[in-house]
């Protein structure tokens, strides 16, 4: 792709002068794009990684996850479904053909086991909370209000149509939420230990982590967990040192990219380049577990939907951009 002339560069804060143009709720998805693909790409995977690690942390959910017995045989797999099926819905939109069919598949993935409601809202709420904390503590650049609302309702709309009920009117239920759930679930369970470990073992192997020790990038990704996660998984905690070199390393990528122009053309989670179980594209509707899997990742058949051009990272040491 060419790289657009100086004069054509967007300024770095377009993207947010522009969420202030429009309407936070009937434009959700325009300005949440302008967060997780224009302004955030990286920072977004890296947020919703995390979350998904925090689900972990709850017994009924970790132990279901590892009931499934994919996590250890299929762990890839279990991320790219995962990952493709998010991506369908936010690239193409909620009312799509695609996001339809991707949101399809998530609900039927879910009608196979007994998830209860409280915990289906407490994963929607970390997909809504995380990122927020993520870009307040290490983005170039504060979120504004409208863009925290508009992602909030984007949430709110999936969770909608998958059905989740009494879901929270605005952001600041969604935290309540999180906090509430996690103190009163959060709590060591050999599965939900199992799940993460294969998780960051699958993590090792991205790009660039692959050229650090896998040690390193377990201390690295430890000190981006914060104290109530990692005990409930039992991690080591960080030392005070490894915290403050992480923050200061995310800190200095965030001043680099503060003078940075804005990226005028979409940058999604595959572009990035973890996904690599469809080589040759696949189908929407063959993504996730069918008979017995987990009710988040999957089984699939390759076909259909063109290649992503690259594919999604998880939790990935701090200097990158």
């Known amino acids: 792709m060419r790289r657009p002339h100086r004069r054509d560069r967007l300024p770095r804060m377009h993207w947010a002068q522009r969420s202030l143009e429009l309407d936070p709720v009937a434009d959700h998805r325009e300005i949440s794009l302008g967060v997780s693909a224009h302004d955030y790409p990286w920072d977004t995977v890296q947020a919703l ?81 995380v990122p927020v904390r993520w870009i307040t503590a290490y983005g170039f650049r504060p979120l504004t209000d409208h863009e925290v609302r508009a992602m909030t309702e984007y949430y709110r709309q999936l969770g909608r149509l998958m059905a989740i009920r ?4 605005d ?35 991205f790009w660039p982590n692959r050229l650090l020790p896998a040690r390193v990038v377990e201390r690295l990704s430890f000190a981006l967990m914060d104290e109530p996660l990692l005990r409930a998984f039992g991690y080591p905690l960080p ?10 390393a995310m800190r200095l990528r965030a001043r680099w990219l503060r003078h940075r122009p804005a990226r005028s053309e979409p940058r999604w989670a595959s572009d990035l380049g973890h996904f690599r179980t469809y080589p040759a594209g696949y189908d929407v509707a063959g993504l996730g577990t069918f ?23 998880g939790p990935t040491p701090p200097p990158v951009a």
């Open 239 to 248: 030392t005070r040192a490894e915290r403050r070199l992480v923050h200061a």
């Open 166 to 169: 009494d879901l929270p009117e």
């Open 49 to 129: 990684s995390f979350a998904l690690f925090r689900t972990y942390a709850v017994p009924s959910i970790g132990s279901l996850l590892d009931r499934t017995g994919e996590f250890t045989g299929r762990v890839q797999k279990r991320y790219d479904d995962t990952g493709l099926l998010l991506e369908e819905v936010q690239r193409h939109g909620l009312t799509s053909s695609r996001g339809r069919s991707a949101v399809r598949r998530v609900n039927q993935m879910h009608a196979m086991y007994d998830i209860s409601n409280e915990d289906m809202r407490y994963v929607l709420a970390t997909f809504v909370v």
């Open 171 to 205: 952001y600041a239920g969604f935290e309540r939420l999180l906090e509430d759930h996690e103190a009163a679930h959060f709590g060591p369970d050999e599965g939900g230990r199992r799940v993460a470990d294969a998780t960051l073992e699958l993590m090792t192997t």
């Open 291 to 313: 008979a017995a899997g987990c009710p988040a990742h999957g089984a699939a058949t390759a076909a259909a939907a063109p290649p992503p051009s690259e594919p999604a990272a």
